[in-house]
């Protein structure tokens, strides 16, 4: 089923394409990571923002494709219907770090030039 590829996929589970795609979010974590601390140096605020970019993209579709699979995750489908699974995954502490750190660049993009502005380092800091 889609539930339990997405399930697979994002775990690393099944394929070499799973292990690859879970070796590239490790991966794409070091890189937000690293472009998180060098934009809080003063002049480099908008340095390698395409690259974060991106790695707020995949973050996004690999929460979305976690939020399908979760059906299939025995952590939180057992014993519960498809509806309960999620609704426990998406209060879950790690679905919440996960948000922590999409939420805000789509915070900025939609309020370009607002009060999001003077917050703009936590923002970034948060992500």
Known sequence: ????????????????????VET?????????????????VEGHENDLSGIESF?????????????????ADPVFASGTNGFVARLKYFISFYSIIDLLAIVPYYITLALP?????????????AR
């Open 55 to 71: 790695t707020v993209f995949a973050f996004t579709l690999e929460y979305i494709l976690r939020a399908i699979g979760v059906g």
């Open 24 to 40: 590239a979010i490790y991966i794409l974590i070091f890189t937000a990571v690293f472009i998180g601390i060098l934009q809080t």
């Open 113 to 125: 030039g607002s009060i999001v502005d003077q917050y703009d380092e936590y923002l970034r800091m």
């Open 1 to 20: 089923s889609f539930e339990r590829w997405c399930y697979n996929i994002v775990n690393g589970f099944g394929s070499p394409l799973a292990r690859a």
